[in-house]
């Protein structure tokens, strides 16, 4: 219930002087947030003051935690259709309580300061809840990449990331970018080639960035891993009783009515996940130019090939198409999976969010007063930092063999086979019947890298899960799974700093 509404806290006190709650448009469409909510980075913030309240740590030590450390900014020119074009990126840096840092590098129009300092600060948090040795940070570059061709796409990053690699920005020991909104292994591979180009002699250069294309260094299930580790994140929220009861739901995940907002690369593999192996019905998908709405289960392979072949969902052979795709985030559902921007989920529509549980695939897509008052009516949101922490999950694995020079699985495949061999052979001796093929051809494979790789995803994502779901429970002043996770995160950076002195 609502732990937190008898307590005023610092945080809650100046977050309730800053929203006008009672006057909520009501007109039926979704606006992007209204100007009296706080930006990104204030909406963090707020987030990281109700948490930090709750925590016994000196001022001093949560501001040097809640601050970005440096943000630089670089304009740089590129002459490309017969003329100069000055384009602006940036990265910042949160915190170096460990080193590298870790964040993706973002294109697009919607790129600023702001942002880039947010999404920075969640990734400090995010690596500390998934025990990913890295600091935080992000980039963005301020871009349409559909306004340019491929080759000269290519020209612009490679330009950014020659700024970035000479000052270090780009490094396998001092920082890791890898892809985000707007990136893919495309760009991470002309970034490791730039790198590459600068540091002729460096041995670890392949470590400079991750989410590279698997012939480049990359490795096996980086594309998949932000949507894989959504599915396991629900996957975990449904062994918890007591979890899903707070979301005032029943059963397992098999027939739950999933909205997804945006199905791109993180969308698309948790919707694919969720519908082909748990039994989740896509009821809906929103995308830019609408929504595709079909009560029966959308097939996110067919919708997801017809997006990229038609640029939209309007059209599509099944279900039913509604032009006012924001409406449709607000349909009745039992799981809403905000999959592409920050802020979507505001002090406009937040009420009329009808759904039991959201899990936040994007980074930020619910703002901190929308946060209250979907917690106020019940709604239970596993967050950001926690839900869509497979991808720098996996990125790690990636960076580790790059800097090991080895796939995983290659020197053990064989010999876990061989095992196995011997193993069933003794059985069938000492049984006298032989065992089924099919489970001989099961029982037999050892792991290869991606199977590795999974199973040290679904274990981050459990274990992580468990660490804040036993705070939620066991401490009455906190009232959400989001405030867990920050408590949970900041006691692990906190500690980090003070092993230093600090
Ligand atoms: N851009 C992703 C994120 O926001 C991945 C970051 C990484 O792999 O470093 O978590």
Sequence with gaps: MLLLDNLKTKAMVRYESRFDLGNLPTDGKINMPRTTEPSFRQSVDMMFEKAVSLMDLSSGLQEKIRVCNSTYTVRFGVKLRGDIHTFTGYRAVHSEHKEPVKGGIRFATSVNQDEVEA?????????????????????????DPNAWEPDEMERITRRFAYELIKRDLIHPSQNVPAPDMGTGEREMAWIADQFRRMNTT????????????????????????????VQYALQEFFRHSDDIKAANMKGTLDGKRVVVQGLGNVGYHAAKFLSEEDGCLITAVVERDGAVVDDKGLDIEELSHYIRTHGGVNGFFSGEY?????????????????????????????????????????????TAGADEILRKAGVVIIPDMYANAGGVTVSYFEWVKNLSHIRFGRMQRRKEEANNILLIKELERLVGKP??????SKFFQGAGELELVRSGLEDTMRGAYQSMQQVW???????????AAYLVSLGRIADSYKALGL
């Design 435 to 440: 065992v089924s093929d099919d489970f001989k």
């Design 202 to 229: 460096e041995l670890n250069s392949e470590a400079c960035v991750t989410g590279k294309p698997l012939n480049k260094g990359g490795i096996a299930g980086r594309v998949e891993a932000t949507g894989r580790g």
């Design 322 to 366: 509604v032009e006012n795709g924001a409406a449709v985030l607000e349909k009745d559902c039992d799981i809403l999976i905000p999959a592409a921007m920050e802020g979507v989920i505001n002090l406009s529509n937040a009420e009329r969010i009808s759904t039991k549980l959201i899990i936040e695939a994007a980074n930020g897509p619910v």
């Design 119 to 143: 999404l920075a600060a969640l990734m400090s948090y995010k690596c500390a809840l998934v025990e990913t040795p890295f600091g935080g940070s992000k980039g963005g570059l301020h871009i």
């Design 473 to 483: 429970h066991s401490r009455n002043d906190v009232d959400s799974l989001r405030t």
